[in-house]
């Protein structure tokens, strides 16, 4: 069973960082493409950013580049994002998700809350 | 940005045929992606690549369309059908629809 438990969430106050970590199992994790996802309260999805299945690729919304960054250990199938310069804006439940061309497997999420 | 576009909310009776609608902003070709995402949940996957049904989805499921615009549907409908349904695609970086609320009436 594809199992994607996220952890690292709570809350930070704006400037500040936080990094996200994904644990993945039950598949073979260095075979895929792994993404982050995430929802504001009450609102719709928004993609966040991509690592291919060997690191060597990264991809992230505009909105985010130069202050976020994914990587992975495919050793720990684990998968992080680093938020640095955290905005109030980037308050949201963020989600780590298996990628195909479309994102078949989906972690619990963690919460972020960016607040004095 | 791919911008999609879908209805804000529907209201049908268990039994029911729903369609629901997602109209993207340039053609996407077959990549678009559809989910099901009830209250306090993540998201899942129930469509992709437009009409391809995923493993475990009821077959009362189904997708449709080509370029910009594109269709879920559900028949019949069922009280636990009750969720938002999102649209997706991957023709360039990922957008969703802002999602379409199901309700049952």
């Known amino acids: 069973e594809v199992q994607l438990v996220e952890s690292g969430g709570g809350l930070v106050q704006p400037g500040r960082s936080m990094k996200l970590s994904c644990a993945a199992s039950?598949?073979?994790?260095?075979?895929?493409?792994m993404a982050w996802v995430c929802q504001a309260p009450k609102k719709g999805l928004e993609w966040v950013a991509t690592?291919?299945?060997?690191?060597?690729?990264?991809y992230y919304r505009d909105s985010v580049k130069g202050r976020f960054t994914i990587s992975r250990d495919n050793a720990k199938s684990t998968l992080y994002l680093q938020m640095d310069s955290l905005r109030s804006e980037d308050t949201a439940t963020y989600y780590c998700?298996?990628?195909?061309?479309?994102?078949?497997?989906w972690g619990q999420g963690v919460m972020v809350t960016v607040s004095s | 940005d791919t911008v999609l576009t879908q209805s804000p909310a529907l209201a049908v009776s268990p039994g029911e045929r729903v369609t629901i609608s997602c109209r993207a902003s340039?053609?996407?070709?077959?990549?678009m992606h559809w989910y099901q995402q009830k209250p306090g949940q993540q998201p899942k996957l129930l469509i992709y690549?437009?009409?391809n049904l995923e493993s475990g989805v009821p077959a009362r499921f189904s997708g449709s369309g080509s370029g910009t615009d594109f269709t879920l549907t559900i028949d019949p409908v069922e009280a636990n059908d009750t969720a938002t349904y999102f649209c997706?695609?991957?023709?360039?970086?990922?957008?969703f629809g802002a999602g379409t609320k199901l309700e049952l009436k």
């Open positions: 690549g437009a009409s």
């Open positions: 998700a298996r990628q195909e061309d479309y994102f078949d497997y």
């Open positions: 997706q695609q991957s023709w360039n970086d990922p957008t």
């Open positions: 340039e053609s996407v070709s077959t990549r």
């Open positions: 039950g598949f073979t994790f260095n075979n895929y493409d």
């Open positions: 690592i291919s299945y060997d690191g060597s690729s990264t």
